[in-house]
């Protein structure tokens, strides 16, 4: 799993960057350890981790509390941005992305809530993904019946699960699964790839 890691200030996701690379992920920083929170990699020229290696899941360690994100914490917008989902770790109370976070960790296991949330359905991508498809069933067939659809996303890649359409001509299913395709392409345009099956 590649983790874009960030901290609220210098030194405060050390202990996760440990953690992290000790469980065999990869873990990508905005800042290098030692460098300004000011211009990130990508200002100065190096590679955004955000599309080079690309970004499973995003993290903030936050080492104090507090309502507002602090310059450190810039990679966090980007990432949602990118539509990566986020974590947030350490001093979380009063938090400013209580509303953005997947999970928010304050003395659980921080690596575990980076793989669950990693590993599971994408909230924001299933939405998009259920909102488009009911729609294009509902104009083709009339009525959407039990069509869902699920979205799993990592780094390289939309995995969608269309469920409850089987009973749908097979070029309705087509055209469905393109609509929905289309759809999640304007939601997310950084993905590469979308792989989209039936149930």
């Not at 350890?33 to 000011?38: E, I, N, S, T, V």
């Not at 001093?91 to 928010?104: G, I, K």
């Not at 055209?175 to 759809?183: G, R, S, T």
Request: proline share 6%; net charge negative; hydrophobic share 40%.
């Amino acid at each position: 799993m590649n983790v874009l890691l960030l901290e609220t200030e210098a030194g405060a996701a050390d202990a996760a960057t440990e953690e992290l690379t000790d469980r065999g992920h990869r873990v990508s920083r905005c800042h290098e350890p030692g460098r300004p929170a000011f211009p990130c990699r990508a200002l100065e020229g190096q590679p955004c981790p955000l599309v080079d290696p690309g970004i499973d899941v995003a993290v903030t360690v936050r080492g104090h509390p507090g309502t507002r994100p602090s310059l450190r914490e810039d990679g966090v917008a980007c990432a949602l941005r990118a539509r990566v989902p986020l974590v947030v770790g350490g001093r979380v109370a009063f938090n400013p992305y209580e509303e953005w976070a997947d999970e928010v960790v304050e003395d659980g296991d921080l690596v575990g809530a980076c793989e669950r949330v990693a590993a599971a359905p994408s909230r924001d991508h299933s939405e998009v993904a259920r909102d488009s498809l009911r729609e294009a069933v509902r104009l083709r067939a009339g009525s959407a019946g039990d069509a869902d659809a699920v979205v799993w996303r990592d780094r390289s890649r939309l995995r969608v699960l269309l469920e409850g359409v089987d009973d749908l001509d097979r070029s309705v299913r087509g055209l469905a699964a393109a609509d929905v395709a289309a759809a999640l392409r304007r939601f997310d345009s950084q993905i590469p790839k979308i792989d989209i099956s039936f149930s």
